[in-house]
């Protein structure tokens, strides 16, 4: 099947360069030419692009809220305390709340992933929820994944039945932010370059800070 590629933009191709990253890169010329459009305009923007690299990641600590985090968690580990990871219901969530909970138990640690239930719960934080796993597993540590940034409220509570919490999210902060260690880089005095990552970038880049 012919596939017809629409450029929806008024940039123009730079025909010469893009014949160059298709055959330096050995990739489709409308491939090089859709990256051209989309501002990938060189042979080691689109290598970087195309094959990316671990060494190319950015420092995690940059990301406002890491440093703290991941002193909270290191005691939680050196200490064997209990955590639970509280995920979100969409893809981004649960993908989030795996990679944050394997990677706890690969640790040796004492790990509860919570997912919420879309109608029961509702989005983010809920205090029943909260105050229900608190009472029954009674964990040292809660661990958000993908919400919680829009939970001053909900923080609270946890705070006020004696468990700490961090939350790790990438949604856009309100006027409010939680009072608790936040990674989130969207939060305004962050100096993580980039700022579009998902759930699961931010929680990738918290399992990196956490392994060196």
């Known amino acids: 099947m012919n596939v017809i590629l629409e450029k929806r933009n008024d940039i123009s191709v730079d025909n010469g360069q893009v014949d160059s990253i298709s055959a330096k890169l050995g990739i489709n010329r409308k491939i090089a030419e859709l990256l051209f459009l989309r501002g990938i305009k060189t042979e080691e923007e689109a290598r970087a692009f195309l094959f990316p690299d671990v060494y190319n990641f950015y420092d995690p600590f940059l990301m406002k809220g ?25 893809a981004d969530g649960v993908c ?21 239930n879309r109608i029961g719960d509702g989005y983010g934080l809920n205090n029943d929820t909260l105050e229900k796993i608190i009472e029954e597993i009674m964990p040292d540590l809660i661990i958000t994944c993908d919400c919680g940034i829009s939970c001053s409220e909900e923080v609270e509570l946890v705070k006020d039945l004696g468990v700490d919490i961090i939350i790790t999210d990438h949604h856009e902060p309100g006027v409010s932010i939680p ?18 990552l998902c759930g699961a970038g931010v929680v990738l880049k918290l399992v990196q800070a956490l392994s060196g």
């Open 66 to 90: 890491m440093r703290g985090a991941v002193e909270r968690i290191n005691q939680a580990i050196e200490n064997g305390e209990k955590i639970v990871v509280y995920g979100d219901y969409d």
């Open 96 to 116: 989030s709340n795996a990679i944050l909970s394997l990677y706890l138990k690969s640790r040796g640690m004492q790990v509860y992933s919570h997912t919420p």
């Open 179 to 196: 009072d608790c260690i936040v990674v989130n880089p969207k939060q305004s005095d962050c100096e993580y370059p980039f700022k579009g």
